[in-house]
């Protein structure tokens, strides 16, 4: 189930669109009466962007990955 980017309640998918690469894109309308955002959600491939253990990877693991990888560029491009 993915939220509504504005108010957090549930959503149901309008539309389902297949695009090249393994890729979904969903259209999304809130079903909060009150909000009825309509938004866009795009679904890939977890081995197609390379995260090691996606599924148990929180947002918190993913990150670190992040600040570690970004880190090691910048030592590895310092002129000392
Ligand atoms: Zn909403």
Redesign the pocket.
């Known amino acids: 189930m993915i939220p ?6 549930e ?1 149901s998918v309008t539309e389902t669109r297949r695009v090249t690469g393994g890729q979904a894109r969903r259209r999304r309308i ?3 009466h009150e ?3 309509k938004f866009t959600t795009v679904e890939i491939h977890a081995d197609l962007v390379k995260v090691p253990r996606f599924q148990d990877a929180t947002l918190e693991k993913i990150l670190k990955l992040a600040q570690r990888a970004l880190k090691q560029d910048k030592e590895g491009t310092r002129d000392e």
């Open positions: 509504c980017p504005i108010c957090g309640s959503s809130c079903d909060n909000c009825r955002a």
